[in-house]
C-alpha cells in the first residue's frame, strides 16, 4: 500500500508514487475503463494524479473528466495536480505561428478555467507553472495565485523544470511557498542531482516530482553506449535486491535520493502500476545507488 506525505512544510499530502496521465490519450481506453483504471490505483494508495492542460494535445484532462463523471464520488480521495503556461500550435490554435511559453495574468485564469471544465471539477489542488518562461513577470505570477487562490480555484501552487534561481525569484515575491518542483530524474539524466535544484529542495524541505523515470523507454531500448552500461548495471543490481524488472530498481534509485522525489508512473497498465507499488519495498545501498550513477557517467567519482 501507498504511504501518503506531506510533500512540503505548508504543503499538500501526496500519495509516495503519483500516476501520471500525458499518456491518456494513447491508451485507447472508454470511459468506463479510465474509471476503472483510476479507481484500481486509487486503492493501491495513489491517489494524487498528473496532467497539464497540453497533454494529448488539449485531449487528455477531458478524457480523465468524462471518466470522473461516471463517479464523481472518486474526487474526493484524489490530489489532481495540473500545469499551464505552454502555449502549442495546431489545429486548434491556428493563429499561433510557433510554440512559446506564456505565464502573463490572461493566459494563467483561462487556463486554469478550462482545466476546471475540462476535469469537471471545482478546485485544483496543485498548479504548476510547466516551464521557465524567459518573460515571467514574477510579481505578476504572484499576483494571479494569489487571485486562484482567493477565488478557491487552486489550493496550492509549485513550478515544473524550474533553476533553483528561477524557483527561488517567483518564491520571493509569494506569501505561500511554493510546494514542489516537477523535473526529470533518471540514470540517464541526473543534472538536477549536481546543479543545485534537489539540494534546494532539500534545503527548503519540498519534495520534488521526478518525472520521466524511465528515460522515455531509452533505458530499457536505447543503443548508446550509455543505455547499454546503464541497462546491464540494473539488471545486475536487480538480481541482488530481488526486483521483479528494472523499473522496480530505477524507482528505488530516484527515491534514494534524499531530497525524497515522488516518482511519477506514465504506464496505464494496472500490472506496472502494481509493480512500481511493490518498488517501495526496495532499498539501494549507497554503492549500489552509485554503481548506477558510475554506469550513466561513464566514470568513476572524482
Not at 518573460?135 to 504572484?142: C, I, K, Q, T
Request: proline share 4%.
Amino acid at each position: 500500500m501507498v504511504n501518503q506525505v506531506t510533500i512540503a512544510e505548508q504543503g499538500p499530502v501526496f500519495s509516495e508514487i503519483v500516476q501520471g496521465y500525458w499518456r491518456l490519450a494513447d491508451w485507447q481506453m472508454t470511459p468506463q475503463e479510465r474509471l476503472s483504471f483510476l479507481k484500481q490505483h486509487v486503492e493501491l494508495g495513489i491517489t494524487t494524479v498528473d496532467h497539464a492542460d497540453i497533454y494529448g494535445q488539449y485531449m487528455c484532462e477531458s478524457l480523465f473528466g468524462e471518466a470522473l463523471a461516471l463517479d464523481p464520488s472518486v474526487r474526493q480521495h484524489l490530489q489532481i495536480v495540473t500545469k499551464c503556461d505552454i502555449q502549442l500550435c495546431g489545429d486548434a490554435f491556428p493563429h499561433r505561428q510557433i510554440n512559446h511559453y506564456d505565464t502573463g495574468r490572461a493566459h494563467i485564469l483561462q487556463s486554469v478555467d478550462n482545466s476546471l471544465m475540462r476535469l469537471g471539477i471545482d478546485e485544483i489542488d496543485v498548479l504548476l507553472i510547466h516551464r521557465p518562461d524567459a518573460l515571467m513577470n514574477a510579481d505578476e505570477v504572484a499576483d494571479v495565485f494569489a487571485a486562484l487562490h482567493q477565488a478557491g480555484k487552486v489550493k496550492h501552487f509549485g513550478v515544473s523544470n524550474f533553476s533553483p534561481s528561477q524557483f527561488a525569484l517567483l518564491q520571493s515575491r509569494l506569501d505561500k511557498p511554493l510546494v514542489t518542483n516537477q523535473v526529470e530524474i533518471n540514470p540517464l539524466n541526473i543534472e538536477v542531482a549536481h546543479d543545485g535544484t534537489l539540494d534546494q529542495m532539500q534545503m527548503l524541505r519540498t519534495r520534488p516530482m521526478a518525472w520521466s523515470c524511465l528515460g522515455g523507454g531509452a533505458i530499457f531500448s536505447g543503443d548508446s553506449e550509455q543505455a547499454r552500461r546503464v541497462r546491464q548495471t540494473l539488471a545486475d543490481i536487480g538480481q541482488e535486491v530481488g526486483a521483479q524488472s528494472l523499473d522496480q530498481v530505477i524507482y528505488a534509485w530516484v527515491r534514494r535520493l534524499p531530497a525524497l522525489p515522488i516518482p511519477i508512473l506514465g504506464s496505464g497498465k494496472i500490472e506496472r502500476v502494481k509493480a512500481a507499488v511493490a518498488a517501495l519495498e526496495i532499498e539501494l545501498s549507497r554503492e549500489q545507488w552509485y554503481r548506477i550513477w558510475v554506469a550513466s557517467k561513464g566514470h568513476s567519482v572524482p
